[in-house]
């Protein structure tokens, strides 16, 4: 079920250079959203496409179009999320590597759609080499007057801007991004008011993720019905998957939603099987935030149906027994992974990346990462699991921002569905040796 | 805050920096910040000294303490002196599961240092940073700009003997930041 959409092109040698772009119909959305189309025709083929954000949340990109507000004489702002941070995410990496101008086109169309006459790409700082790859990018678009006054006599203007961050996790959450962008601490903002009604200096701004601003310009090209006839239900259209850890291919995937996850995993047209001939154990499904499942409820629902590639599937069972697609980062882990030693590496991230506003997360993910570290070491107790099940509980849904339910989820998911390894821990912690990096516990696999 | 040296960009960077400066509505020169921050850690010896905030605070006539909490807050900005080359590791997930804890163990034994500390001749700086977005080519690490994958002892081995004997700073290059 290959099927292409945004890396249709990666193929083809010099695609990232403005010529050989507009050589296989680069920019022709464009020409045709600001010729033949009013910027309401444009958010209604959006809507019509069902398409979903792509970042991680998964909320429906023509909807939050919709939400913005505008008032006469109001700048209003595009920005791209291109913050890239989620670990085992870096689709977007990929494509602003390969393809540029499909971003670009798609940041000027959407600017059109929203009536913008500014966007900002706001790309993560450690990416400076895709910095500078997007800034020659737009260099040419300006050269060749598809940014800049009166695009394609159209009389529609726009400024297409690369801001650079400086390495924090959280301004991947949109409204610290936005706190970014002006030069503050990336503190999340409170909501309301949505960003749609006073984001990025004080002004309607809509914040869209990399992969999702490609996606308008086939969008415009095709239609969105036809975008929405690809997928599977409300899950339309193709998700880049960035699939990482135990497998024998590793790497940025274009698919169809609704690829069932064991050919996904298994096939050689995606990750080509388990490393070394090895068994699987887990898998994190939608970057690290995102529950981890054993491999039986990965590959098949609670209720034996085959585990899917789509938002609804791999969001069956709820958190009992599911997951999220979440920013499509996919993690897998071989048999000989340590759940208990992975989950404190996720910790450590979290307590490192908390920004530290809201006192569940900051004290939380420190004390989280303290009781892993207490288990791991062999001075763990039984209650020590408990007690990480009640912080994790007392942190989900009572911060500004979802950071706190992003470090939350991962622990919960871990005890739910691997208790049995973390007791081994405490029981036996000081007998284990070999914690470092992989310990094998073959009969406590899966719950 | 300011120490005795006195801090000015090039006037090829000065000129970078207004181009950036120019880039914000008018009154929101604030949001140049960072892309100055980085640009006086490329012009000043890879690190950001208080007088180099506080130059950078003047050329957006903000207050200086405004600079302190953005340059304390993001990890790409160092507040101490570092080596010519900042070797920074990812330790997250997917590195994490094929073996960065092992490349960095190789590394502060070959250097001598421990993560977070500067080699005696002044060349390294060993630092584990969280996931860089380069999961699918794990393990890895980040020198000046520049991404090392598909790690092995051997490769690293390689990269740092090269980098000793070039002996020449690394620490975002300042070609880097012109071009941004």
Known sequence: MARKILLANDHIPGINTLRVYRQHGGYASLEKALKQMTPEQVVEEVKT??????????????MKWSFLAKPEGVARYLVCNADES??????????????????????????????????????RGEYFYVARILENAIAEAYEAGLLGKNIFNSGFDHDCYVQVGA?????????????????????????????????????????????????????????????????IGKSTGTKLISASGHINKPGVYEIELGVPVEEFIYSDEYCGGIRNGKKMKAVVAGGSSVPILPTELILKTANGEPRLMSYESLADGGFATGTMLGSGG???????????????????????????????????TGWMEKILNKILSGNGTLTDVDLLWDIQAKIEGKTICPLGDAAAWPV?????????????????????????????????VGA | MSDNKEYKFSDETLATAQRIIRRYPEGKQKSALIPLLHLAQAEFDGWLSPGAMDYV??????????????????????????????????????CWLLGAEDIVKHIEKKLNIHAGETSKDGMFTLKTVECLGSCGTAPML??????????????VDTLLDKMKEEGKRRVYTKDDMIKI
């Not at chain 1, 914040?207 to 997928?231: C, H, K, L, Q, S």
């Not at chain 1, 739910?416 to 914690?435: A, L, P, Q, T």
Request: glycine share 10%; with cysteine; hydrophobic share 35%.
């Open chain 1, 49 to 62: 496409s069902g398409l979903r954000g792509r970042g991680g949340a998964g909320f429906p990109t023509g």
């Open chain 1, 86 to 123: 989620e670990p085992g995410t870096f689709k977007d990496r990929y494509l602003m590597e390969h393809i540029p101008h499909l971003l670009i086109e798609g940041m000027i169309a959407s600017s059109y759609a929203l009536g913008a006459k500014t966007s900002y790409i706001y790309i």
């Open chain 1, 167 to 231: 390495g924090a996790y959280i301004c991947g959450e949109e409204t610290a991004l936005i706190e970014s962008l002006e030069g503050k601490r990336g503190n999340p903002r409170i909501k309301p008011p949505f960003p749609a009604i006073a984001g990025l200096y004080g002004c309607p701004t809509v914040v869209n993720n990399v992969e999702t601003i490609a996606a308008v310009v086939p969008i415009i090209r095709d239609g969105g019905a036809a975008y929405a006839a690809v997928g």
């Open chain 1, 330 to 364: 996919f993690i897998v882990m071989d048999e000989d992974t340590s759940i208990v030693k992975n989950l404190w590496n996720f910790t450590r991230f979290y307590h490192h990346e908390s920004c530290g506003q809201c006192s569940p997360c900051r004290e939380g």
């Open chain 1, 412 to 444: 919960a998911s871990a005890i739910r569905h691997f208790r049995k390894e973390f007791e081994e821990y405490v029981k036996n912690g000081k007998n284990i040796k070999d914690v470092k990096h992989y310990y094998r516990l073959n009969n406590l």
């Open chain 2, 57 to 94: 605070a003047s050329l957006i006539h903000i207050q200086p303490i405004e600079a302190y909490e953005v340059a304390s807050f993001y990890s790409m900005f160092n507040l101490k002196p570092v080596g010519k080359c900042v070797i920074e590791v990812c330790r997250t997930s997917s």
């Open chain 2, 142 to 155: 980040q020198c000046g700009g520049d991404f090392y994958e598909n790690l092995t002892f051997e490769k």
